[in-house]
């Protein structure tokens, strides 16, 4: 699954009102650089969490670098994945 598009699609539901100028466009973009607040954060690893099935200890150790670092951090912990980024955004919104 693209990281890139599915963090970004996050965001779009994270960031309802500022965040027009948030995305990213690597996977190695840093969660901050590109404009994510530690609120922000909070809520992309409650997502990120609830996507893939992740138990609470390993929510707590999602790393919070880069798009990517989260993302595959959050599939070797998974207990499920979503298939693609329309069910996974379903299961979000």
């Known amino acids: 699954m693209d990281h890139v598009a599915l963090f970004n699609e ?3 539901v994270i960031k309802v009102v500022g965040g027009e100028g948030v995305q990213a466009t690597s996977k190695d973009d840093n969660l901050t650089d590109i404009g994510l607040d530690s609120l922000d ?4 690893h409650m997502y990120v969490s609830e996507l893939y099935g992740l138990d609470d200890e390993a929510a707590k150790n999602i ?8 993302f595959v951090y959050a599939e070797e912990h998974s207990t499920r994945k979503p298939k693609s980024i329309e069910e996974a955004m379903r299961d979000v919104q």
């Open 63 to 70: 790393p919070i670098d880069t798009v990517e670092a989260a």
């Open 41 to 44: 954060i909070v809520m992309l």
């Open 10 to 12: 996050l965001v779009k």
